[in-house]
């Protein structure tokens, strides 16, 4: 018989046993998910007719929330959860476990205060060039010649700090949890003793028999993260795609030959919306102020933002979830993954996909021609969010994070880096300020640069050049694009973002002049165009 019974009863009176049987049940199952596992142990006992108590020993951690339990070959009668008590002196483990945690704790606070320093360092560069509201502008104090060099020069500065801000962000997330791990290993040791979690069960034998135990349980301390690995071949014009698994277990036990899958559904619930009807109502107009004091008006504001606010918390708000995919892959071989800090590194899927490459130059960031690759998960898996790490003709060149999972069918474009047979140079002509019409007078500014492009191929090569036309914000601004017209304007539905595109035969060169004129109110400040 079979039969599966949750913790519900583990309040059911037990009667005398005839017998206890004291058993092991190792994991041998794990569905491994984004945020948790779902973990399966199986054991088998030997029973004589009647009542027994089987004692489940040595389990680490238990979700008894999540708990179920099939019997085959007895009926189960009831479940309990006790603690076995042992002296153990785990006062030189707990030591170093506080010298591990205070080691890395410090580690962090230094990358915090390290954070805060570059960005205080940030906002200030940033106010030097009038980004930011507080300090008083560089440019009002720098003569115009100087402004484009002053103005380079900040980037780059801004551009490192935010580097090394951003490269301490990736190390913080791994040290968050092993700090975790490090601290649910403390607080399990307990204050010299240790307590080992045992599942008692209480199964009644009509005849001699053989019981087959299954226990299925969710935790919290293992899973997995994914990680891409994507590689060109810039010859073949193809990218090697490879997911990898890296699989955690914090649970305290050790896995040995673990039949393990993987499930692409990240952690999350997104509850059925109450249905309702979607009314639109005249809005009530707010009585006439009345003549009163001045405190008397205050006190009727505040008595209405408060009773907004109270409308606004009473609203329901539904959480925001990932959404994900109801897929799994089995892994090949049977995992082995000790308790701890250790990881397993295991790749689950790869693809050899065509990709399409261009080359773009973007004007307004550091001069430079990029290669461009555009290809399609056509793969039968979605690609889930995690680090990435990119490659070129064998050559690594970044590692970042990406948030978003990579659908089934999605179209995907990303940078390979410079192009080096590729050079770009451009330069800033000094920007001019002047003043048109003899009535109604307006200011003007113009912008200009030249822009030389070379080719070191041995063939033709095609070139997109793209820059950002600026766009008005106010209706008394006008905005005119000099130089050589763009071949295309408002690419990919940017308004503002133009393109030229160019051919260059073998050994090649192109130049060309492009850029703008403001004209505005003779009275009016502009903003926007600091570093011109």
């Known amino acids: 018989m079979k039969r599966v019974l949750l913790l519900t009863c583990a309040l059911i009176p037990l009667p005398l046993f005839a017998a206890d049987f004291a058993v092991s049940a190792p994991v041998n199952k794990a569905v491994l998910f984004p945020a948790q596992a779902h973990l399966t142990r199986t054991f088998s006992q030997a029973l004589p007719a009647g009542e027994h108590q089987l004692v489940v020993k040595g389990l680490p951690e238990l979700d008894l929330d999540s708990l179920q339990v099939a019997v085959n070959g007895a009926e189960l009668l009831a479940i309990r959860q006790g603690f076995a008590v042992g002296d153990v002196d785990v006062s030189a483990h707990r030591a170093e476990l506080e010298a591990a945690i205070r080691k890395l704790e410090q ?27 507080q300090g008083q502008a560089v440019f009002a104090q720098v003569p115009v010649e100087k402004w484009a060099s002053a103005w380079e020069s900040i980037g780059k500065a801004v551009t490192q700090r935010q580097t090394a801000i951003n490269q301490r962000a990736e190390i913080r997330h791994g040290q968050q949890q092993e700090l975790d791990a490090l601290r649910q290993e403390r607080q399990l040791l307990g204050q010299g003793q240790t307590r080992s979690r045992q599942l008692i069960l209480t199964v009644a034998a009509p005849n001699k028999s053989t019981a087959q135990v299954e226990l299925a349980y969710f935790t919290g301390q293992a899973g997995w993260q994914n990680q891409l690995r994507v590689d060109l071949d810039s010859g073949n014009e193809t990218v090697a795609v490879t997911g990898i698994a890296q699989i955690h277990n914090r649970t305290g036990e050790d896995w040995q030959n673990v039949s393990a899958t993987l499930g692409l559904v990240p952690a999350g619930y997104r509850p059925l919306p109450d249905l309702h009807p979607w009314l639109v109502r005249l809005a009530t107009p707010q009585p006439a102020m009345r003549k009163s004091s001045l405190h008397s008006v205050m006190a009727e504001s505040a008595a209405y933002e408060t009773d907004m606010a109270q409308r606004i918390q009473a609203m329901p708000v539904a959480a925001p979830v990932a959404h994900g995919f109801d897929m799994r892959v089995p892994l090949s071989a049977p995992l082995n993954l000790a308790s701890g800090d250790a ?11 065509p990709v399409t490459l261009t080359r773009e130059s973007y004007l ?41 999972s990579i659908k089934q069918g999605e179209h995907v474009k990303m940078s390979f880096g410079d192009d080096p ?43 997109n050049l793209l820059d ?35 051919t260059l035969p073998a050994g090649g060169e192109e130049s060309l002049k492009q850029g703008f004129e403001i004209r505005y109110p003779e009275d009016a400040i502009l903003s926007g165009v600091e570093g011109l």
């Open 107 to 133: 580690a962090m606070a230094e990358a915090k205060a390290a954070d805060d320093l570059d960005q205080q360092q940030i906002n200030h560069l940033q106010s030097l060039m009038g980004q930011a509201p």
């Open 343 to 353: 990881t397993a590194r295991l790749p689950y899927q790869q693809a050899a996909l």
């Open 364 to 404: 307004w960031q550091q001069p430079a021609v990029l290669l461009v690759g555009e290809w399609q998960n056509s793969s039968p898996l979605p690609w889930l969010p995690g680090h990435v790490t990119l490659s070129r003709d064998g050559q690594r060149l970044a590692r970042y994070y990406r948030g978003n």
């Open 421 to 463: 047979r590729l050079q770009i140079a451009v330069v800033r002509e000094p920007s001019q300020q002047g003043e048109v019409g003899l009535i109604n007078k307006e200011s003007t500014l113009s912008a200009l640069k030249n822009i030389t492009l070379s080719s070191h191929y041995d063939k033709a090569v095609t070139v």
């Open 468 to 502: 950002r036309l600026p766009v008005a914000g106010n209706d008394n601004i006008t905005i005119t694009a000099k130089g050589k017209a763009a071949d295309a304007k408002d690419v990919s539905g940017v308004k503002g973002l133009q393109r030229w595109q160019f």
